[in-house]
């Protein structure tokens, strides 16, 4: 069990990858701090601290790094996990949300039977950037009847301004660690 959480630790096993995917950008590599035992483990302690004395029902992880954090934060606290995911990915009904994108949208969905009214969930991915994702992560489990109660990260790139879209719908946010992009 761990005691003590070093963030500075966390924050020098992220790899930071310029101009990936295109020039000018600082790609922000979690793999390989998730790949460093030590690091993972207080990247989930992190969570697990925000969120123990919550009642929650479900974590909500949203596709593909969510469920990294996801499911085992799920586990830690005796709650369920639900994934989110790209269309046409999940077997049964589900209920769609579509978000505007730089150029375009794109579309998430969660089995209808994932939640009911009353469950409170916690919405969860890797990274919060521009926070379009996230608002239609909130917005399905909504949409479904339960509550939201808290959109959390592990890297949050604060110039990109997401909090404030997710915190406009009512939802808290919780982020390990802040990034300027200086």
Known sequence: ML???D???????VRQVPDFPKPGI?????TTATKDAKSMNMM??????KFKDE???YIAGIESRGFIFGAPLAC????????IRKPNKLPADTIKETYSLE??????????DAVKAGDRVVVIDDLLATGGT???ACNLVKKAGADVVAAAFVIELDPLKGREKIEAKGVNVISMLNYDLD
């Open 76 to 83: 830690k606290l005796g709650a369920g996990f639900i994934p």
């Open 44 to 49: 989930i302690e992190f969570l697990y601290e």
């Open 103 to 112: 150029y375009g949208t794109d579309t998430i969905e969660m089995h209808t």
């Open 26 to 30: 600082l790609f922000l590599d979690i």
């Open 55 to 57: 009642k929650v029902d």
């Open 134 to 136: 996230a608002v239609a």
């Open 7 to 13: 963030y500075e630790y966390v924050r020098n096993t």
């Open 3 to 5: 005691t003590t959480i």
